[in-house]
């Protein structure tokens, strides 16, 4: 009981209360990101703390880790997720535009896969 | 008063945060040097939590190389959450951001006089109060077999894929995939926001930063604490059935609600 967060470790059901690397995350996260800011007489580019922050983030938590703590700036980064690629949105756009109303579009042809452009 | 103490110049102040007119007991507790003892500069009926630091160490210049350490950020700051919370666990405090050193203690006391007046009043908000974090964890696989299955117009989509030629059966489970993907986050953004308003209501102030994830921290009054967990926990039963898991951090010192606020 030298840690008061140690206290709950053992609450019942589906809340938990997280130590170790993931509670490291979470003090980074407050003493360099909150807290007042007043300025002392020694300069600390706070911007730099926080670039490291991430940094820190990345290197306590593995990828999915990172998810599961609400880190997932890179999903909603177009660029790094191909998920959303919108190439992909047009080109299924595009597939089904030929499919279901069968009208020709000009660069359609090459996009649509085999077995799609038989069936429609 | 502090007039007596030496101000060598290799030797700066460390700040770790202020408390009014209760005061915490820092006998023993050693500072984010490793060595020196942490005190209290009073001033004006406020007290500053502060430990000298060696400038070698903690210098501009020196900050700055070890700032790109992280063995050595993570060490300093755990060290200051640790000073912070054996302070808050006795009396109100005002948490300070990582990495506020004074030359001397000539600064600081300028600052303390100035400041008074809003550091008193924030301070006097913060009595009898702790910070809680909450943090909601979603298992997508989970959340979208939830959706899958009281979704009418999913079940709707997937019987329309079925017996059809590939291609088209292809398009129906794309069209179906998007469908339960946007209708999963519409569903975790709901939840998660009705969860927050939940908890906003046994607290005294509340910040969350999240979106369909929920991140958030609470300050809540003591007295009301076992309401606030209670609330926590049946959201936690609640939410089980769509793979949303609940994760509690705290007490913390006030960091959340303190301010972002340059003196």
Known sequence: MNDPRGAYLATPGSTTVERGTSNLADVLERVLDKGIVIAGDIKVNLLEVELLTIKLRLLVASVDRAKEMGIDWWE??????????????????????ALGVGSEEDRAPEQVPDDGRRSG | ???????????????????????????GVTGVDGRSAVFMHEEDGLGAIVSEVPLAEFGEDALRRNLEELSWVAEKVRAHEDVLERAA?????LPLRFGTIYRSLDGLRELLTKERG????????????????????????????AVHATDPRATQLAEAAEGKPTGTAYLG???????LGARADELATRLTTAAHERLAAVAHRAVSEGNAQLKAAYLVEEARDNEFRQALEELGREYEPFGIRFELTGPWPPYSFVGERTA
Do not use: N
Not at chain 2, 118 to 143: F, N, P, S, Y
């Open chain 1, 76 to 97: 909603h980064d177009r660029a790094l997720s191909s998920g959303a690629a919108p190439e992909l949105e047009e080109r299924l756009a595009r597939i089904e535009a």
């Open chain 2, 1 to 27: 008063m502090a007039a007596g103490r030496a101000e060598p110049a290799d030797r700066g102040f460390y700040v770790y945060g202020i408390v009014g007119t209760e005061r915490p007991e820092l006998t």
């Open chain 2, 89 to 93: 666990r006795e009396a109100p405090v």
């Open chain 2, 118 to 145: 809003q550091l008193a009043t924030t301070l006097e908000e913060l009595r009898g109060k702790r910070e809680w974090g909450v943090k909601c964890v979603i298992d997508r696989e989970r959340l979208g077999q």
């Open chain 2, 173 to 179: 489970r794309k069209r179906l995939e998007r469908h």
